[in-house]
């Protein structure tokens, strides 16, 4: 997905937790049914969906967002060409069908009938080119706006040198809409399911301006509508009685809680405020599974927990023998198993596991004994000019959570026992880390996630591109540029994986990025909620599932 600053559950510190389950037995114990005794279960079609969220959304706005929390709001709001199926694939959205050219460099997509906003005008395919050309126009501003880097004057535009207009999207007419790639994009029908690419409402963009993506301004063309949003609590979405496929809508209402504190999550869903959670705290895993078996989902998900280098400024700038120091003596098993805890799998590299036709590249250093990896940590760090007497100082940022907190605190102390460095940790709130870290002056050492828009490891390897707006760590390498472009032009798969796989061993031996672990997906889902399908791009679309009521 996406920049997520995805939020991994953890607990409070064991004193809490016995606290906890206390509670939980004045919430109604640990057996995990949610019917009362003696009521038949229904289906229904009205009825509200309150649905976990994580940190609040950075906007609404589908062309400028780039959080885990605001794509989940907006996969529901808007619908673009494609959507992610049960299985994480591609499946038709707004396009009922699609033809491609021979030679893969021309697609054309054929939208329903009956497609309206949900103010009631005519979705037309004119409405998805003014998406997309929003996205790449570099007034927008879009942290995303180079994931169509593989459409026809893309790169131009985003670089300021065409106007957006020559984008290579076009609307032969109202139900057709023709993109053509300078490349074969493989990976191309996942990525028109990504929020960036979803369809502008051009008279309500106009009137509105930079309150587009408000309450009350914003059309959008999903199952569902924006109906409110309560700043530092939920946002609300309401019906869509437009929405082309409305009938098979069983929800009314859906309800994004948001809520950073994994355990508060944890309570809100025992005391029936939320259907469905965005995370399970740690510390209660082990009761979780033990009570709540039924209602416990853990799954693969394509996602990378990681600490970036900031490239751009001392200490860590022209300095990659000193990050591959600090790489080499991070214990990743310790961590998967003793911070994290719920199927967490070590990260030894950059690319996860089950990402489609790759193979995941790995650290040179990946198998070597420990006691081997410290050893040629310490002449690194002592060849970068430190020792014991003059130690690296250096800041790890994260945002607030008590899963950043203990997982600083481990690496900080994995720092301190191989090399004797000194580290400063500093937590701060969501919005403001994300803010710090991209102005690029102020952080040394930054905590971030990454999950992929599309199963594809160009979705991983791209972040890391020369100038790419969502490249945290300022990383730059001519030659892994020149990998990656080489691999967007390359039709045959077999190279193109070959280029793709080569480029990430060039980016690991440089290590801007120091990976901790792969994410699960980890929710818990109440009973009554139908539909629901783990998948390793973790999404779930609002309009899919449905409740099943007492009478």
């Not at 994931?147 to 300021?160: D, M, S």
């Not at 853990?298 to 600090?326: C, E, H």
């Not at 945290?472 to 032009?489: F, H, K, Q």
């Amino acid at each position: 997905m996406r920049y997520p600053l995805q939020l991994i559950g953890r607990g409070l510190q064991a004193i809490f937790v016995s606290a906890a389950l206390l509670g939980l037995a004045a919430c109604g114990g640990g057996d995990g049914k949610s019917q009362p005794a003696g009521k038949a279960p229904t289906a229904t079609a009205a009825g509200m969906l309150t649905r976990g969220n994580g940190p609040e959304p950075d906007t609404l706005d589908p062309q400028k967002a780039r959080t885990d929390g605001a794509f989940n709001i907006l996969r529901d709001a808007f619908e673009g060409l494609t959507a992610v199926g049960p299985d994480g694939g591609a499946v038709p959205a707004a396009a009922d069908g699609w033809t491609v050219a021979g030679d893969g460099l021309e697609y054309r997509f054929h939208l329903r009938d009956g497609l309206r906003w949900s103010n009631g005008d005519p979705v037309v395919a004119g409405d998805y080119v003014a998406g997309m050309r929003r996205l790449v126009d570099p007034a927008t501003a879009s942290p995303y706006a180079q994931i169509l880097e593989p459409v026809v004057n893309a790169v131009e535009i985003t670089r300021g040198e065409q106007p957006a207009a020559e984008l290579g999207v076009s609307a032969p007419d109202d139900r057709t809409l023709a993109i053509r790639l300078r490349n074969p994009a493989p990976y191309l029908l996942g990525l028109l399911a990504q929020p960036g690419t979803f369809p502008v409402h051009g008279p309500s963009l106009e009137k509105f301006g930079g309150s587009y993506a408000k309450p009350g301004n914003l059309v959008s063309n999903g199952a569902f509508v924006l109906a409110d949003w309560v700043i530092g609590s939920q946002v609300d979405l309401t019906r869509n009685s437009h929405y082309w496929n409305d009938a098979a809508t069983r929800l009314d209402r859906v309800r994004f809680v948001h809520q950073a504190d994994p355990s508060a999550e944890f309570r809100l869903y025992r005391a029936g405020q939320l259907d469905v959670t965005y995370v399970i705290p740690q510390q209660q895993f082990a009761w979780i599974r033990g009570n709540l078996p039924g209602e416990l989902h853990i799954s693969p998900q394509l996602s990378v927990y990681y600490y970036g280098f900031n490239v751009t400024r001392p200490p860590f700038k022209d300095q990659p023998g000193l990050r591959r120091a600090l790489s080499l003596v991070i214990d990743r098993d310790r961590l998967a198993t003793s911070v994290t805890g719920l199927g967490e799998a070590p990260a030894y590299g950059w690319v996860p596991r089950g990402v489609a036709d790759y193979t995941p590249q790995q650290f040179d250093y990946a198998s070597r004994p420990y006691a081997e990896r410290v050893a040629e940590a310490r002449e690194l760090y002592r060849k970068a000019g430190y020792s014991d007497a003059q130690p690296l100082e250096v800041e790890i940022r994260y945002n607030t959570g008590e899963v950043h907190n203990r997982l600083a605190v481990a690496v900080a102390a994995m720092w301190k026992e191989a090399l004797g460095v000194k580290t400063t940790l500093y937590a701060e709130e969501f919005r403001a880390l994300l803010q710090t870290i991209q102005a690029r002056k102020d952080t040394e050492v930054f905590r971030s996630s990454w999950v992929g828009d599309y199963n594809d490891a160009y979705s991983f390897l791209q972040l890391l591109q020369t100038g790419f707006g969502i490249n945290l760590t300022g990383y730059s390498n001519p030659r892994y540029d020149e990998l990656l472009a080489e691999a967007t032009r390359q039709p045959d798969p077999v190279r193109r994986r070959a280029l793709l796989e080569e480029s990430e061993r060039v980016m690991l031996a440089d290590t801007p990025v120091l990976p901790l672990y792969f994410y699960v997906n980890k929710h818990l889902v109440k009973p009554y909620i139908h539909g629901w399908h783990d998948n390793v791009m973790n999404v779930q679309y609002s309009k899919d599932l449905s409740r099943l009521e007492t009478e």
